[in-house]
T-cell receptor
Framework: QKEVEQNSGPLSVPEGAIASLNCTYS??????FFWYRQYSGKSPELIMF????GDKEDGRFTAQLNKASQYVSLLIRDSQPSDSATYLC????????????FGAGTTVTVRA | AAGVIQSPRHLIKEKRETATLKCYPI?????VYWYQQGPGQDPQFLIS???????DKGSIPDRFSAQQFSDYHSELNMSSLELGDSALYFC????????????FGPGTRLTVL
């Protein structure tokens, strides 16, 4: 079992809709949680990070963390065609603060 | 803002050859990480350095080695290359004082023929 699980998609949403991405992690002591966006053939781009339970909003993005359920999500509001990409959930294990463990990614397609 | 720089961007090698990948972190970042991403896969952590010392080691083959130099740049040395080493290799850097937010470089695409 991977440390970080994501629904692989693909997730197709119409332009202007909300895209909802989910991620669960296995290690209850995990401390830091990140969402990266990766376009095909490009490098992962950090778009959100969250450390505390609750919601964190940044522009059209909202990250939600529930440590009791070991669950982190990303909402993309007013989805645009430029949001079409693979979204990677990443977690820092409690054993160290260094490596990121990634989920397999969710591919999002925004239909114009 | 300055980003992570990696060189070369593309590299083609034959089996059993060696390769050296270079990474220049964001200025004032003290930690460097190397990740390998195969086709259709998520990035896999290889190794990291903090203040020029190895800080963590992941699924890095014994044929690979890495180091971080006094100017904080890092090099990943790969020997006895195999076809399965063909992948995107990303370097990321972070400021250890700021919550381990890792910023990735553009990557080096290694093709082993």
């Amino acid at each position: 079992q991977k440390e970080v699980e994501q629904n692989s998609g693909p997730l197709s949403v119409p332009e202007g809709a909300i895209a909802s991405l989910n991620c669960t992690y296995s290690d209850r002591g995990s401390q830091s949680f990140f969402w990266y966006r990766q376009y095909s053939g490009k490098s992962p781009e950090l778009i959100m990070f969250i450390y505390s339970n609750g919601d964190k909003e940044d522009g059209r993005f909202t990250a939600q963390l529930n440590k009791a359920s070991q669950y982190v999500s990303l909402l993309i509001r007013d989805s645009q065609p430029s949001d079409s990409a693979t979204y990677l959930c990443a977690v820092t294990p409690p054993s160290n603060d260094y490596k990121l463990s990634f989920g397999a990614g969710t591919t999002v397609t925004v239909r114009a | 803002a300055a980003g992570v720089i990696q060189s070369p961007r593309h590299l083609i090698k034959e089996k059993r050859e060696t390769a050296t990948l270079k990474c220049y972190p964001i200025p004032r970042h003290d930690t460097v990480y190397w990740y390998q991403q195969g086709p259709g896969q998520d990035p896999q952590f290889l190794i990291s350095f903090y203040e020029k010392m190895q800080s963590d080691k992941g699924s890095i083959p014994d044929r690979f080695s890495a180091q971080q130099f006094s100017d904080y740049h890092s090099e990943l040395n790969m020997s006895s290359l195999e076809l399965g080493d063909s992948a995107l290799y990303f370097c990321a850097s972070s400021d250890s004082g700021i919550n381990n937010e890792q910023f990735f470089g553009p990557g080096t695409r290694l093709t082993v023929l």
